[in-house]
């Protein structure tokens, strides 16, 4: 018994339609991670790397204000067993005195995607001391605090959180 396979020939069409189906599904993955990646990335900073850049100078100069007020301003942020995060903040001038006549503003913004960023509905409690819950998934977060006082701020502090 004599078993001759007619071997198939590669042919131009053949050569064609592989070349055509490999560069169709590299095109389809690209599509799918490019889809993917603009989708789910939110962690822009800013819109305008230049409008940031002529705002540095005025940010460097409420800094140096603030340091030169020597104020201390406390914070403590806890989730309560409900899962509610609440943060208690307490704001002091130089001389230990209570600071009156302030507003709060706080926030968790998340480290990478701003879209996750959370705000903490601040109310005051008593002289200086502040009040502040939301909701947030467990995580590292940069807390930020704003002292406002009328429409100026007057105080920023920024910390790197881990909630549980």
Request: contains cysteine; proline residues 2%; hydrophobic residues 45%.
């Amino acid at each position: 018994m004599n078993h001759h396979r007619k071997s198939r020939e590669l042919t131009g069409k053949h050569v064609l339609l592989c070349f055509i189906g490999f560069f169709g599904v590299v095109f389809a993955v690209n599509g799918v991670l490019v889809r993917a990646a603009t989708s789910t990335f939110g962690g822009v900073e800013t819109t305008s790397s230049y409008k940031a850049g002529l705002m540095f100078e005025q940010e460097v100069a409420r800094v140096e204000q603030q340091d030169a007020l020597h104020w201390r301003v406390d914070g403590k942020i806890v989730r309560e067993i409900a899962g509610l995060v609440v943060l208690d903040v307490a704001a002091h001038d130089a001389r230990g005195l209570a600071l009156d006549g302030l507003t709060a503003r706080a926030w968790l913004a998340h480290p990478a995607d701003e879209r996750l960023d959370r705000q903490l509905a601040m109310i005051p409690v008593a002289g200086g001391q502040f009040r502040g819950e939301g909701r947030a998934a467990p995580g590292q977060w940069e807390l930020v605090i704003d002292l406002y006082r009328g429409d100026t701020r007057v105080f920023r502090s920024r910390s790197r959180v881990t909630l549980r």
